[in-house]
């Protein structure tokens, strides 16, 4: 509409009509929410919003019945639980003492003492292998996956929870036939039962999330594409051939 209501309630003047629609000044925003507040249209939202404890548990418990039909449970996703190991530490404890089903999922880039915490009060994790080689993982990610080779090993010795890994497939980064051997080669040789893998399909919903929150998806403009279902069907044949259990999708 461009009618500027939430131009003129914003106490930070952190918020102006551009060419593009509403252009946020992310400096100068408390998060106050005024603008939600009074848009007509809801073109502007808060994302996120701090919990207690008892008020969330309170909204879990509304959920139990349908948890319990289908088998469900609380999973703890992000962004990544374990960069805020305290809190969540705290929710998963008070989950278990209610019965809940608890799952984590994580990229695993974390201390070797807070991986160990977060597995022995959960019941399932999920672990983000992203890319094998090193340099690459640095490249796209920004940390290379020394850490989380090592904690995903450790989750395989000793067992602390069940866990699934899951590949997010992107193609001219990770689909292609070396890391797919690298890949496989490296869960197969884990102790124990091989975890079920997931290929997860690449896609740029985030894209706009990130216009909304005055960021930049993809700032380096690096080539990432959405792997075709032939391309798909052939990464999970080249894991299956390796005896590894390959589902596509979540």
């Avoid at 005024?34 to 309170?58: F, I, N, S, V």
């Avoid at 990544?80 to 008070?94: A, D, I, K, N, S």
């Avoid at 160990?116 to 080689?133: F, I, N, P, T, W």
């Avoid at 999330?209 to 044949?237: D, F, I, W």
Wanted: with cysteine; glycine share 8%; charged share 20%.
């Amino acid at each position: 509409m461009g009618c500027g209501t939430c131009v003129q309630v914003c106490p930070q003047h952190a918020l102006q009509v551009g060419s593009d629609g509403i252009v946020l000044s992310p400096d100068a925003c408390t998060l106050c929410g005024r603008c939600t507040e009074e848009c007509p249209t809801t073109a502007l939202e808060l994302c996120g919003r701090e919990w207690q404890m008892d008020k969330l548990m309170a909204e879990l418990e509304k959920e139990r019945d349908v948890m319990e039909d289908s088998g469900g449970g609380v999973t703890l996703c992000g962004g990544e639980p374990l960069m805020h190991p305290g809190y969540t530490m705290q929710l998963l404890e008070e989950l278990g003492r209610r019965g809940f089903h608890r799952t984590v999922d994580t990229s695993l880039h974390a201390s070797p003492a807070v991986v160990q915490r977060v597995s022995a009060a959960c019941e399932l994790m999920l672990v983000d292998l992203k890319v094998m080689d090193p340099e690459k993982h640095l490249r796209y990610c920004g940390v290379d996956n020394t850490l989380i080779l090592k904690n995903i090993r450790w989750l395989a010795e000793h067992r602390p929870c069940a866990f699934s890994i899951r590949i997010p497939l992107i193609e001219h980064v990770n689909a292609d036939e070396d890391n797919m051997e690298q890949t496989a080669r490296f869960i197969t040789s884990l102790p124990g039962e091989l975890p079920t893998v997931h290929l997860l399909p690449y896609h740029d919903v985030g894209k706009d999330k990130h216009r909304r929150m005055g960021s930049t998806y993809n700032p380096e403009h690096l080539a990432m594409g959405v792997p075709s279902e032939e391309l798909q069907q052939r990464c999970a044949n080249l894991l299956s051939q390796w005896g590894l259990s390959v589902v596509i999708g979540g």
